[in-house]
């Protein structure tokens, strides 16, 4: 496996399931990303790790929870969600944290919440 | 004021043509610009980085306006597999953010 790579790739939930998105990078990054794009939106940043550290939480609402257990792995941890919430999840990497480096997009996990 | 601000398109095109998308910004502070492209139902790519002096790489041609705080991409001789949303991103001022645009469509027509 080279890059980012997420799983599922695509995601259908009630409101009262638990699931989790899980990441992972093989680039030998320090920074770790998750995203959500909605349409017609921009993407929108929900958490930066960096060596597994949190270092940004953009005032994500509770019932998402991740988690960095490694350098390489993120996970996102999901419950009861709104239909709001029904969206591409994008994970990303880059060399380290900042402005500075290039990132890596996963793939994605579409997330359909009904 | 969005932070971030694109024309959403779609931009229709012929082969051939020559295209040029703006972006503005509106944090003075910011210090790294970048253009990523998205094709449908994929992830972001970086096209190119953004330099104070502007910079070209193939048909692709990137400036930078900071008085103006306006970015550009040129795209000359358009390509078919040129098809895709073209994001504009800027860093978020003293954070380590990075703030995205909603995107510019373009269509490249046979």
């Known amino acids: 496996e080279t890059g980012v790579t997420q799983t599922p790739r695509h995601l259908v939930m009630g409101m009262t399931n638990k699931k989790s998105l899980k990441c992972e990078q093989h680039?030998?990054?320090?920074?770790m990303y998750w995203y959500k794009q909605s349409a017609k939106k921009p993407l929108e940043l929900m958490f930066v790790y960096s060596l597994e550290e949190r270092v940004e939480n953009n005032s994500v609402p509770s019932r998402f929870s991740p988690e960095c257990p490694n350098s390489s792995h993120l996970f996102l941890h999901l419950h009861t969600l709104q239909p709001e919430d029904s969206a591409l999840y994008l994970c990303?990497?880059?060399?380290?944290?900042?402005?500075?480096?290039?990132?890596?997009f996963g793939p994605g996990t579409r997330l359909t919440v009904t | 004021r969005k932070e971030v601000e694109q024309d959403p398109g779609p931009f229709n095109v012929p082969e051939g043509a020559t295209v040029a998308f703006n972006c503005t910004y509106s944090n003075s502070a910011s210090q790294s610009f970048f253009w990523y492209r998205q094709d449908c139902r994929k992830e972001p790519k970086l096209l190119m980085s953004?330099?104070?002096s502007g910079n070209e790489d193939g048909r692709f041609t990137a400036q930078l306006n900071r008085a103006s705080q306006y970015i550009s991409l040129l795209i000359r001789d358009s390509k078919l597999s040129d098809s895709a949303t073209y994001l504009c991103v800027v860093n978020g001022g003293a954070t380590n953010k990075l703030i995205f645009g909603t995107g510019t469509l373009l269509a490249v027509q046979p």
């Open positions: 680039l030998g990054h320090n920074a």
């Open positions: 953004v330099y104070s």
């Open positions: 990303a990497s880059s060399q380290e944290p900042g402005f500075l480096y290039e990132q890596y």
